[in-house]
């Protein structure tokens, strides 16, 4: 009885080190800290409850009483409440603060389903729009850049002041029968862009202002309004900067805060109210959960309830990439985002003693730096100390860098700390370098001196010359400032979390791809090496699958906003089926920023996101609640798991089972073993495209299988009708002696006006 619960990729690629660190150490320091929450031995436990008869009418303070009935009667010494929430919409039950003993008693009472503990978790633009293709004479043109939509944002809460959030030419709020939020903090300066803001913390209500700076930048990412002369230290200037949906609303649930982390009986509440208020799009850049059945990670549990009133889920996949496996929030009812790299650097040149260069990036350029000038290197970890190696402060203190430009690795702490510890010790320089799982994902930092930060083949060479020459090895830094047209790009970013789930049946995940490398958002407090204390208007570079998760939310308001009776699964299906698997016209796939090698389904999923043509898919397909019920109980869940998920009475019994492969998804995945070398699964499309229009299919078999379609041709005569067609995976030739291999293929129906796209992943087992 325990796990699930967010965290938010606070990807100040500081997690990103962090983890990086564990996972080469091997130690079991994951982001959970503090398993005991320190007060006294009770702990916030979230609790399922069978559903009161009346619900429905219910008042919220009988609901209460009802929750309160599980709980003993005495209070706590602490003076803390023993409920800290009921939930309604969400699930059925309620957040308490119990002793293990007090748990057992609840547990005994007639109506208890399910016991979690609630996890603790530690914290995990100015080009994008354009690389993404939007303009206003497409897909901002035709919806209006989401205006009327309300983006919700749960997350670190938001700097209200800053330009991105300024209501100029935003229309009013939308009325009480849409919209039933508010400001509810007193003092909170909300406007037509902010139009609710509301914080979460174990029961209690503090201020929605972002401390962190994760919020506010993920909120300028989906839904921005323009603002002009954006740039981080002068780079990745924008003129002007905005959000994918310039003109959607926002309303901010904080959720997680600075040295503490996300609580997932506050994210169950966030949700709820999120739903009670009539957002249309819920953001989560919660990471956590990871592998977490589905009734126990809090974003999926959720999103089914959010997708019953209408409003889209969109969240992280996760960065715990570039391992397989490794995927958060894979339920598929939600749409499910990795982060792909740009062809925009920062450029910043190491030419070392030898003449070899190499080109690495840094936000922090300055113009009065002798780039010329070669200057001793030194590597503080050149004796083996791992926190020498990562340029520790603790570990640097007690050298002198003066003259020098020192290499620092990649590890433990943000790469800004590292050129702060440098800085203190008398360094000239720093080039910092990835380990291999990094591979070529480099940040671009606001470093507070010069600096360079290279990818990981590069990290072997420089090493290696450094051990070599010694005190005879040197090196320069050179600036180019912002360049674009880098390739290959997208790339899968290396600490983008990949798939298969073990949870899920094998649902292609991540769903898409969005950029989530060095994105400029907005930031609440002043960056690089003279911070301004009074500036205003600071944008910042942040990395993570956090970024790439808002660029979809705000693509699904624009999508939404052309389409208002489509459902979430309608509008899910329409992003994945018109998505990118290749960043070349002559087709190649997507490569992995690991070593440059071809991305598999699991790390790219349906491939970058196309804002331009998910507007106008030409076919989706559907999926209703009674379809994700039959997947469940087609996953073997129990009913008390079926109805912990649901919130509500469901039984297995008498429902249609569905496998994974079976549920009538935007992809397939399917698994053919030596016992089962063929499978077929059907498909049902529903039109939106024209109202006369004829599609054709062109296949790409993953090598070793042959796909037969029922039927080659799809004729519609008039809108919304509904086509179905069976798909035959049989295995040809031998089978793979290798095992356990996954092949990549597509289903292409293309009527030359509209091409849509079912991304397949078969699975010999
Ligand atoms: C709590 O109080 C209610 C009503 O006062 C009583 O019926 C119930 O037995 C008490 N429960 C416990 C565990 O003391
Ligand atoms: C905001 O909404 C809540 C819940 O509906 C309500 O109790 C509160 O009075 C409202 N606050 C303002 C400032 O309107
Ligand atoms: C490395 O740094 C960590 C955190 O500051 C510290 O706990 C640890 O003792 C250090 N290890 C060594 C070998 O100095
Ligand atoms: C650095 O080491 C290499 C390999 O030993 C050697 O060829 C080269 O001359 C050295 N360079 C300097 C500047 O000492
Ligand atoms: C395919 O096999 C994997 C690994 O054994 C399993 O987790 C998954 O549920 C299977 N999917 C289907 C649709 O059978
Ligand atoms: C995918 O993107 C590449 C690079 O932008 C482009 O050349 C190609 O035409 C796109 N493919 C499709 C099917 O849109
Ligand atoms: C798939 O098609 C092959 C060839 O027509 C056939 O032998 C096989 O039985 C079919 N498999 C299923 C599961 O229908």
Same mark, same amino acid.
């Given at each position: ?177 849409? +919209? ?46 323009? =603002?002009?002369? $954006? ?85 992280? $996949? ?156 040197? $090196? ?163 009913? +008390?798991?079926?109805? =912990? ?35 077929? =699964? ?14 054709? $299919? ?68």
């Amino acid at each position: 009885m325990e796990k699930c619960s967010p965290i938010v990729l606070f990807l100040l690629v500081k997690l990103l080190l962090l983890q990086l660190l564990i996972q080469s150490s091997n130690s079991q320091l994951l982001p959970i800290v503090d398993e005991v929450l320190g007060r006294h031995d009770t702990q916030v436990y979230i609790i399922d409850v069978e559903r009161h008869e009346q619900h429905e009418l219910l008042s919220d303070g009988d609901l209460e009483s009802f929750h309160r009935s599980f709980l003993p009667n005495s209070t706590l010494d602490s003076g803390e409440p023993r409920l800290v929430y009921s939930y309604r919409h969400l699930l059925s039950g309620f957040a308490a603060r119990l002793t293990p003993g007090e748990l057992e008693v609840v547990k005994s009472k007639p109506g208890f389903l399910y016991a979690q503990r609630d996890h603790h978790y530690q914290l995990a633009t100015t080009y994008t729009p354009k690389y993404l293709g939007l303009t206003t004479y497409n897909a901002w043109g035709s919806s209006m850049m989401g205006q009327g939509l309300i983006i919700g944002i749960i997350d670190s809460g938001i700097k209200p002041t800053h330009p991105s959030f300024k209501d100029t030419n935003m229309p009013p709020k939308p009325p009480i029968t849409k +919209w039933k939020g508010n400001c509810s903090y007193a003092g909170f300066p909300c406007n037509n862009k902010i139009i609710g803001a509301k914080s979460f913390f174990g029961g209690t209500w503090p201020s929605p202002e972002d401390t962190d700076g994760h919020g506010t930048h993920v909120a300028s990412i989906a839904a921005g309004n323009f =603002v002009n002369d $954006a740039n981080i230290l002068g780079m990745a200037k924008g003129d002007p900067a905005s959000g994918m949906a310039p003109m959607a609303h926002l309303s901010i649930y904080k959720v997680c805060f600075p040295n503490y982390g996300c609580d997932g009986a506050d994210t169950y509440a966030a949700i709820e109210k999120a739903i009670r208020d009539g957002v249309d799009i819920i953001s989560m850049s919660l990471g956590g959960g990871k592998n977490s059945p589905i009734y126990e990670d809090s974003v999926s549990r959720g999103s089914i309830a959010a997708i019953q009133h209408g409003i889209i889920p969109v969240t992280a $996949a996760g960065n715990y990439g570039p391992d397989t496996g490794t995927l958060s929030h894979s339920a598929p009812w939600v749409l499910t985002v990795g982060a792909s790299t740009t062809d925009r650097r920062i450029t910043s040149i190491v030419e070392l003693g030898d003449g070899r260069t190499f080109l690495g990036q840094s936000a922090y350029q300055p113009t009065k730096w002798n780039s010329n000038k070669k200057w001793q290197l030194e590597y503080p970890g050149k004796d083996g100390d791992v926190n020498a190696s990562c340029c520790m402060p603790s570990a640097l203190a007690n050298w002198n860098l003066r003259g020098k430009i020192v290499i620092c690795e990649a590890c433990i702490i943000k790469d800004e700390e590292k050129g702060e510890a440098a800085y203190l010790a008398g360094a000239e320089g720093m080039i910092v370098l990835n380990q291999p799982s990094r591979g070529h994902t480099t940040p671009s930092p606001a470093h507070v001196l010069p600096a360079s930060n290279i990818d990981h083949p590069a990290q072997l060479e420089i090493l290696d010359y450094f051990f070599k020459n010694q005190s005879n090895a040197f $090196a320069s830094i050179s600036f180019k400032g912002t360049q674009f047209g880098f390739t290959p790009s997208p790339t899968v970013a290396s600490f983008s979390s990949r798939g298969p789930s073990p949870m899920n049946g094998g649902i292609i995940k991540p769903d898409v791809l969005a950029p989530g490398i060095n994105i400029l958002g907005a930031w609440p407090t002043d960056v690089g090496p003279n911070p301004n204390p009074l500036a205003t208007h600071t944008f910042y570079f942040e990395s993570g699958t956090s970024m790439a998760t808002p660029h979809v939310s705000g693509i699904a308001a624009l999508v939404r906003s052309k389409h208002l009776d489509w459902t979430p699964a309608e509008i899910l299906s329409a992003i994945v089926t018109t998505s990118n698997d290749s960043w070349t016209a002559a087709g190649d796939l997507i490569a992995d920023d690991i070593l440059y090698k071809t991305a598999g389904i699991y790390a790219t999923g349906a491939g970058q996101v196309n804002p331009n043509k998910a507007m106008d898919p030409g076919l989706v397909f559907g999926l209703t609640l009674n379809d994700y019920i039959g997947y469940l109980c087609g996953l073997g869940y129990e009913d +008390w798991q079926v109805m =912990v998920t649901l919130g509500r009475k469901q039984s297995c019994k008498g429902v249609k089972h569905l496998t994974a492969s079976e549920l009538n998804y935007p992809s397939i995945a399917v698994n053919l073993t030596r016992s089962t070398p063929s499978q077929t =699964v059907s498909r049902t499309v529903k039109n939106v495209g024209d109202a006369r229009e004829g599609y054709s $299919a062109k296949i790409t078999e993953p090598v070793g299988v042959t796909i037969y379609l029922s039927t080659y041709k799809l004729q519609f005569t008039r809108l919304d009708q509904e086509l179905s067609y069976n798909i035959n995976f049989s295995l040809k030739g031998a089978y793979p002696s290798q095992g356990s291999e996954i092949r990549r293929g597509k289903i292409v129906w293309d009527s030359g006006k509209h091409v849509v796209t079912t991304p397949i992943a078969v699975r010999f087992t």
